[in-house]
């Protein structure tokens, strides 16, 4: 017989009450990914690739999201057994096992979810994460008989022998598909809360004379968001693994405490970040890269020995190709920079092309958008654009072509020309003394006067 499949219940219809938040609080991001993702990352990771999300009724329009796993929608929070009641009453799971796990609790790991499984193809009916927290306050307890959980008790139903136990309950359990779904529907709510507590569900196997055992996974690994501060923890807990993960292959990281990485952030070999950069999601850095500190990026690309910074701002498309330089108080975005050009300071490239080899001068200005719609600028390879140079799209800028400094170019520039704007230049000789005299005069009486 093959082994029945293993089909998630990710409780998620928790109100973002204590966020203060008009999100729900598995929408928050951590490293640039919704809390939630980050669980239904590691299930998949863990081999499950189906999951039943349960939503709360403020977030039912977020279902499509989810695809290609399936929302439920508890219209009223009556606990987490109802949670998954509605979770099995609305799907046709058959003779799949089912694994709760939290929307909110993000660092589960799949090692640690495989070796709950571990139980099932071990025949117990059901298994419970358990863990030992410093401080196990609110947690249910797992009441066990050697290697039997007997059942699990929550805090504020316990009596205090109950509540001395130091191994609490995660709230992540895996169980027969078709004995959960029974007991799912005889649960009661006449306990301290008035909710349909999932945890009765262990005491109901063993009534049935049914194995049910636990696992104990780390701490670490069983943190819940319920707070922005319970956020700002996992987001330095999550940076600190991505950091890791990051000098581990290859790149050096000169302050990895100022260094920020995403959940998708990638990087080739030898590449050196400097202090203070962000790197927000959807980036790609090839090897040998210098990146200069003080640098913020999104959904970019670097190519391989491509020197970014200090203070540059790569915004969503923007590709800055093979050994280009991008450097100070220059913001890019959706535009390439092909390989070996340079656009070195003090500039603005949105919604264009420069070229091979091209080189940019400092204070050259895309003009890209007329308060209406969005347009774009190409400039040639090995075009050399003067500083100060205003570039009014759609505008093209031909191979090899020439602007001189501080033109503003709102004509195309044919290949190899020479574009200047020609206002002439008035010297007035000898003024300078007379201007400096008249000058210095008006600061000294005013001087006196205060
Ligand atoms: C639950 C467990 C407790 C365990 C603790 C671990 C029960 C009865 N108690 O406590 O033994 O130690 O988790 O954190 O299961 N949720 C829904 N719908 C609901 C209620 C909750 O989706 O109607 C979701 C929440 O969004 C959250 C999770 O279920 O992701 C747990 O709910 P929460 O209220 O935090 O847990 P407790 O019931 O306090």
Request: aromatic share 6%.
């Given at each position: 017989m093959s082994k029945p499949q293993t089909i998630a219940v990710v409780l998620a219809a928790g109100m973002s009450t204590r966020m203060k938040s008009d999100i729900p609080k598995v929408m928050h991001r951590l490293a640039g990914l919704p809390v939630v993702d980050h669980v239904l990352a590691s299930l998949d990771a863990a081999g499950i690739n189906e999951a039943i999300v349960v939503l709360g009724p403020e977030t039912a329009d977020q279902a499509d999201r989810f695809a290609p796993h399936?929302?439920?929608?508890?219209?009223?929070?009556?606990?987490?057994?109802?949670a998954?009641?509605?979770?099995?009453?609305?799907?046709?799971?058959?003779e799949a096992d089912i694994l709760v796990v939290y929307g909110d609790t993000p660092f589960i790991a799949p090692k640690t979810i495989k070796a709950l499984l571990g139980w099932r193809q071990e025949g117990a009916a059901a298994a419970v994460l358990g863990f030992c927290p410093a401080t196990p306050h609110a947690y249910g307890r797992l009441i066990t008989d050697g290697d039997q959980v007997s059942r699990i008790v929550e805090a504020a139903d316990a009596s205090s022998d109950e509540l001395a136990v130091g191994l609490c309950n995660s709230g992540v359990l895996v169980a027969d598909g078709r004995k959960l779904k029974a007991w799912v529907h005889a649960l009661k709510n006449d306990n301290a809360k008035g909710e349909y507590y999932l945890t009765d569900v262990i005491a109901f196997a063993n009534a049935e004379n049914d194995t049910c055992r636990f696992t104990e996974g780390p701490v670490d690994e069983l943190f819940g968001i319920d707070t922005r501060a319970d956020l700002?923890?996992?987001?330095?807990?999550?940076?600190?693994?991505?950091?890791a993960a990051a000098m581990a292959g290859g790149v050096t990281l000169i302050d990895p405490a100022s260094t920020f990485l995403s959940h998708d952030t990638t990087?080739?070999?030898?590449?050196?970040?400097?202090?203070?950069?962000?790197?927000?999601?959807g980036v790609t850095i090839g090897s040998h890269v210098s990146i200069k500190g003080f640098c913020?990026?999104?959904?970019?690309?670097?190519?391989?020995?491509a020197t970014v910074g200090p203070y540059a701002r790569l915004r969503p498309g923007t590709a800055v190709e093979t050994c280009a330089h991008v450097g100070n108080f220059v913001e890019i975005k959706n535009a390439r920079i092909e390989e070996g050009a340079k656009v070195n300071h003090l500039t603005y490239i949105g919604d264009a092309r420069v070229g091979?080899?091209?080189?940019?001068?400092?204070?050259?200005?895309?003009?890209?958008?007329?308060?209406?719609?969005?347009?774009?600028t190409d400039i040639g390879a090995g075009a050399s654009i003067g500083s100060n140079t205003v570039l009014v799209a759609p505008?093209?800028?031909g191979d090899g072509a020439i602007t001189g400094a501080g033109t503003v170019i709102r004509k195309d520039v044919p290949d190899n020309a020479i574009a200047v704007t020609d206002a002439a230049q008035k010297n007035r000789e000898g003024t300078a003394k007379a201007y400096r005299a008249q000058r210095k005069a008006i600061k000294d009486t005013k001087r006196k006067d205060s």
């Amino acid at each position: 017989m093959s082994k029945p499949q293993t089909i998630a219940v990710v409780l998620a219809a928790g109100m973002s009450t204590r966020m203060k938040s008009d999100i729900p609080k598995v929408m928050h991001r951590l490293a640039g990914l919704p809390v939630v993702d980050h669980v239904l990352a590691s299930l998949d990771a863990a081999g499950i690739n189906e999951a039943i999300v349960v939503l709360g009724p403020e977030t039912a329009d977020q279902a499509d999201r989810f695809a290609p796993h399936t929302t439920v929608v508890q219209t009223e929070r009556l606990g987490t057994g109802h949670a998954v009641r509605v979770a099995l009453d609305a799907s046709n799971t058959g003779e799949a096992d089912i694994l709760v796990v939290y929307g909110d609790t993000p660092f589960i790991a799949p090692k640690t979810i495989k070796a709950l499984l571990g139980w099932r193809q071990e025949g117990a009916a059901a298994a419970v994460l358990g863990f030992c927290p410093a401080t196990p306050h609110a947690y249910g307890r797992l009441i066990t008989d050697g290697d039997q959980v007997s059942r699990i008790v929550e805090a504020a139903d316990a009596s205090s022998d109950e509540l001395a136990v130091g191994l609490c309950n995660s709230g992540v359990l895996v169980a027969d598909g078709r004995k959960l779904k029974a007991w799912v529907h005889a649960l009661k709510n006449d306990n301290a809360k008035g909710e349909y507590y999932l945890t009765d569900v262990i005491a109901f196997a063993n009534a049935e004379n049914d194995t049910c055992r636990f696992t104990e996974g780390p701490v670490d690994e069983l943190f819940g968001i319920d707070t922005r501060a319970d956020l700002a923890v996992a987001e330095g807990i999550i940076q600190n693994r991505y950091r890791a993960a990051a000098m581990a292959g290859g790149v050096t990281l000169i302050d990895p405490a100022s260094t920020f990485l995403s959940h998708d952030t990638t990087f080739g070999t030898d590449v050196e970040v400097g202090p203070f950069t962000v790197f927000g999601p959807g980036v790609t850095i090839g090897s040998h890269v210098s990146i200069k500190g003080f640098c913020h990026f999104e959904s970019a690309t670097i190519g391989d020995r491509a020197t970014v910074g200090p203070y540059a701002r790569l915004r969503p498309g923007t590709a800055v190709e093979t050994c280009a330089h991008v450097g100070n108080f220059v913001e890019i975005k959706n535009a390439r920079i092909e390989e070996g050009a340079k656009v070195n300071h003090l500039t603005y490239i949105g919604d264009a092309r420069v070229g091979k080899a091209a080189n940019i001068g400092a204070g050259t200005i895309t003009a890209n958008y007329d308060g209406f719609s969005k347009s774009l600028t190409d400039i040639g390879a090995g075009a050399s654009i003067g500083s100060n140079t205003v570039l009014v799209a759609p505008v093209t800028v031909g191979d090899g072509a020439i602007t001189g400094a501080g033109t503003v170019i709102r004509k195309d520039v044919p290949d190899n020309a020479i574009a200047v704007t020609d206002a002439a230049q008035k010297n007035r000789e000898g003024t300078a003394k007379a201007y400096r005299a008249q000058r210095k005069a008006i600061k000294d009486t005013k001087r006196k006067d205060s």
